[in-house]
């Protein structure tokens, strides 16, 4: 069982940059795979970034792609997103899910937090 907590969502203007940070629960962290997924008010959950459970892998959207970056600190059990040059459109509550592996699927993950939000105004 994996529990996930997020933080750092928060209101930002247009251009400001964010971390939200995603602390996990249990001794198994680095077995995990982690992806980040976001949802805007009225549209479904959509795939953001994933990382893979050693860190050696990632793979993005292309609508956060060269703004966005995930990484992950197994020794502290959290999983970070870091997100620059932030829009409007980028507003949503994102979530950090675990999975067995990789990828921007929501079914494959098994552990999902309960999200925060990040408003950017214009």
């Known amino acids: 069982q994996v529990q996930l907590v997020e933080s750092g969502g928060k209101l930002v203007q247009a251009g400001d940059s964010l971390r939200l940070s995603c602390a996990a629960s249990?001794?198994?962290?680095?077995?995990?795979?982690m992806g980040w997924f976001r949802q805007a008010p009225g549209k479904e959950r959509e795939f953001v970034a994933t990382i893979s459970g050693k860190g050696g892998t990632t793979y993005y959207a292309d609508s956060v792609k060269g703004r966005f970056t995930i990484s992950r600190d197994n020794a502290k059990n959290t999983v970070y997103l870091q997100m620059n040059s932030l829009k409007p459109e980028d507003t949503a509550i994102y979530y950090c899910?675990?999975?067995?592996?990789?990828?921007?699927?929501?079914?494959?993950?098994?552990?999902w937090g309960q999200g925060t939000q990040v408003t950017v105004s214009s």
């Open positions: 249990g001794r198994t962290f680095s077995s995990y795979a």
């Open positions: 899910a675990a999975g067995p592996y990789s990828s921007s699927a929501r079914g494959t993950y098994n552990y």
